[in-house]
């Protein structure tokens, strides 16, 4: 069976402060994607990013991290420098190659305050 | 403009009156796909379509049906709604089924309500 697990249902920041939002998934098969999207107040998701199976390498973008560790079925997303901006629903989500359905998290709710 | 188009964007309607929320794309994707979103529970996967006439459940079909006689359009049919359907829903699409080479797009979201 596939699920995501992200087990922080609201965080609170102040701005500037780092933030790390945690996922932890379970699949079986071993070739699958991991994806983080972003639901901002105005209720549209917002592609952040995508890792397949094979690629452990971190990825940086800006403020953003991500943090891939298959011995921990974790994919990790950390925010450095947190600004109002960033407050919103974080969703992970994994896609298992074989059998072409999404599974997402329940989401993490970012509340960053000036 | 590339975009996945969702209407109606609200809707209030009542249990039993059946309900079809149509989904458009203009990207000659070929993976279409439907979501509800709840409280708590993140999006969860209704219906999935790989191309046309090609349909397959989700993790939660019941009370919906969908179908796909052309590329662009995916429609979300509720027969018979109830208030548990009462959801916030979004239509995706990719180029093709979704693999690390292409996005998912969403649309805006449709908020349901069944009273």
């Known amino acids: 069976a596939q699920k995501v697990t992200q087990a922080q249902t609201e965080i609170s920041v102040v701005e500037k402060e780092d933030v790390t939002l945690d996922c932890v998934y379970e699949t079986r098969d071993t070739t699958y994607y991991l994806f983080w999207y972003k639901q901002p107040p105005s209720g549209e998701l917002v592609f952040l990013i995508r890792r397949n199976s094979f690629d452990e390498q971190n990825e940086i973008s800006g403020r953003y991290s991500w943090n891939f560790q298959k011995s921990t079925s974790s994919f990790n997303f950390t925010i450095t420098a947190s600004q109002v901006v960033d407050s919103a629903v974080y969703f992970c989500a994994l896609l298992v190659y074989n059998f072409n359905k999404f599974y997402f998290g329940s989401g993490t709710k970012l509340n960053v305050k000036p | 403009e590339a975009q996945v188009t969702q209407n109606p964007r609200y809707l209030i309607t009542v249990t039993g009156k059946k309900l079809t929320v149509t989904c458009s794309q203009n990207m000659n994707h070929e993976y279409m796909s439907w979501y509800r979103q709840d409280p708590g529970l993140g999006l969860r996967q209704i219906y999935y379509?790989?191309?046309?006439?090609?349909?397959d459940k989700g993790d939660v079909p019941e009370g919906y049906k969908v179908s796909r006689k052309e590329k662009r359009n995916f429609p979300l049919i509720l027969e018979s709604p109830s208030p548990n359907q009462t959801s916030l829903y979004f239509c995706?699409?990719?180029?093709?089924?979704?693999?690390?080479?292409?996005?998912?797009?969403f649309g805006p979201g449709t908020r349901l309500t069944v009273l």
């Open positions: 379509s790989m191309n046309v006439e090609v349909t």
């Open positions: 995706a699409s990719s180029l093709n089924r979704v693999t690390i080479d292409n996005e998912q797009f």
